[in-house]
Structure formats: C-alpha cells, structure tokens
C-alpha cells in the first residue's frame, strides 16, 4: 500500500513547499507552465509556488476558493500584483501594477519552464513514490533575491512561527497595498530604501533581534548587486550573497532556491534537515550535514530537489523532545 496515498499534510510537507490550492486538479493531468498554453506534464501550482509563501497568513502571497494563487512582488520595474490558475489544463495570468510586464515575462520560469524534472533519476524507493506521486512539482525560479533573501534572513535560528510574525508585522506596515483587484490585505514588501530606514525600536516591536535587523539593512544597502545574483549559477550567486556579513550558507541557500531556481543547492547548516534526510535514507536521525550531503551525493545536479521531496514524503524521525518555545524579543 505504500506510495497509494498521498500523506496528509504535516509540518515537514508544509516546509517541502506543501500550499494546498482549492480545485486543484489531480497529479497526472495535464497543465501548462508557460504562456503558450501547449499541452505539458503535469504542473501543480501549489507544490512549486508553495516555497514562496511564508506561512498562512503572508500578505504578499495567497491562495482562493477559485483555485488563484495571487502573489505582491516588487520587481524591478516596480510593485505587481500577479494572479495565476489553471483553467481547462491551460494556465491563466493576470498581472496588475507598474511591475505588471515583468511579471508577465517572468512567468515561464517562476513557473518552472527552467527547470527539467527528467533530469532527477530516484536511487531510493522512498524518492521513487515521492517524485511518482508528486509529479506536478517544478522548480520555481522568481528572478528576485531581496524577496527570498530578506525573509529567509528573519528566519536565522528561530522557530517559522517567530519568523513568519515578523515578516507580516514588517510588511504590512512598511510594505504598500498590492496593485489591482488583490484579495483583501495583500501587501508588496517594502523597498530596500526603506528597509535601511526602519526604526530599531519596529524591529524589536517585530521581534527582530538585532543581529538579523543589522544583517537585513547591509543586505538592503547593496541590493541592486545582490539582485545580480539571480542571473548567476547557484555558487556563484551563494557566493555573491555570503559577502555581506550575517549571510551565511543556510541563508544563501535558503534564498537562491527560490530566485535562482537552483536545482542542486541544498540547505546546509539547519536544525532539523540533516535528521529528516538521514533517517528518511539511511534510519540515521543523528545524521550531521556531512552525513546528509553523502546521502544525497547520488543526486548531484538534482540535491535540492531530492531534499525537498524527502519533505514532501512525510517521512520524518520520531519526536524526541517538546518543541522549541517561540521567543518574545518584543517583550523584552
């Protein structure tokens, strides 16, 4: 009975890029992940843009009953607002605001035309049924780092839960109402001007600690070459990213994933990953990052992909401790 059935959602598939979407159609059907509305494999919305939402309640991203996905971007041709669906196996777009032409010509890639999921060949069984049976999942690659980078930031060794808070409170209340029709409450990201001028008092009502606020600003005061990274291969677009301090491997990482589409660029430096990997391929819940990136050598060219579908697998070791407590800098 193995691999029948689709796991329920679990904290893990939420993180592997799990967003259900209403009406979504069945895995197998037909959709289309580019503007010529030719007949293309499978393309499940909600598993490849799923990375770009930072959790339920993301003003930049969001999900309705008539199966959309809206997404608040600031491109570099300013603020947009972009509505996808699939309709009838054809997809359908609509893009309001000065960003709206850039994101009309960026959706094949935020859509995955990049990304080639031929190119993955499963070496575990495990991996066999995931990729079987979460065969609409593409790569998405946005083309905007400070978008993924600056949240990716907030999340440095907290619980997603703080890092999520913070990210709303930031963007609703320096950030600018989505252009367009948007769903009620969605809001596009600030600017990187106005990043650097963010009070330290709203970090720390935002319960930002200081650390991750100084690291966001030096990170918002160099964007347009961090923004260069997008049109870079993974390492060197990691690389141009670690130069600003307080940028280190997870956050690079965490971020050309999502800007790049980096299809081998796997999270190194995290809590909980190297366990899930370990234990899901190997039964090893103690596997250190060394140990993880052996398991996944098989998969080179294809690490990402294979880490995320471990995620999305469900298959996690079991729970040896109570879960972290959310800290409260605000309340300090």
Do not use: C
Not at 23 to 48: M, N, V, Y
Not at 130 to 147: C, D, I, K, Q, Y
């Amino acid at each position: 009975m193995a691999g029948r059935f689709a796991p329920r959602p679990t904290r893990t598939t939420v993180r592997g890029g799990h967003v259900p979407v209403p009406g979504s159609p069945d895995p197998g059907q037909s959709h289309d992940p580019d503007l010529a509305q030719e007949p293309a494999p499978a393309l499940d919305l909600g598993l490849t843009l799923g990375p770009l939402r930072r959790g339920p309640a993301d003003p930049t991203f969001r999900t309705t009953p008539d199966g959309s996905v809206w997404r608040a971007s600031r491109t570099p041709e300013g603020p947009g607002t972009l509505r996808v669906r699939i309709e009838g196996g054809e997809v359908e777009a609509e893009a309001w605001g000065p960003g709206a032409a850039w994101l009309r010509r960026a959706l094949p890639a935020l859509l995955g035309a990049d990304d080639d999921p031929t190119a993955f060949v499963p070496r575990h069984k495990l991996l066999l049924a995931t990729h079987r049976r979460r065969a609409g999942l593409r790569l998405t690659r946005t083309g905007l780092v400070m978008e993924s980078l600056i949240p990716s930031v907030l999340e440095q060794k907290v619980t997603t839960h703080e890092a999520y808070g913070s990210w709303r409170t930031l963007v609703r209340k320096y950030g600018e109402p989505a252009p367009g029709p948007a769903p009620e409450g969605m809001y596009v990201m600030p600017d990187a001007w106005t990043w650097t001028q963010i009070p330290s008092w709203e970090w720390h009502r935002a319960n930002v600690d200081g650390k991750r606020a100084a690291t966001i600003v030096r990170a918002a005061r160099v964007a347009s070459r961090l923004e260069e990274a997008a049109q870079m291969d993974g390492p060197a677009a990691r690389a141009r990213l670690e130069l600003v301090p307080g940028i280190g491997p997870w956050t690079s990482a965490e971020t050309v994933q999502r800007s790049n589409g980096a299809a081998d660029e796997v999270t190194t430096g995290d809590l909980h990953l190297p366990g899930i990997v370990g234990w899901a391929l190997a039964g090893d819940r103690d596997a250190d990052d060394a140990a993880m990136l052996a398991l996944l050598e098989p998969y080179t060219g294809q690490r990402h992909r294979a880490a995320r579908l471990i995620l999305l697998s469900g298959r996690v070791p079991p729970r040896r401790a109570p879960r972290r407590t959310p800290g409260n800098i605000a309340g300090l």
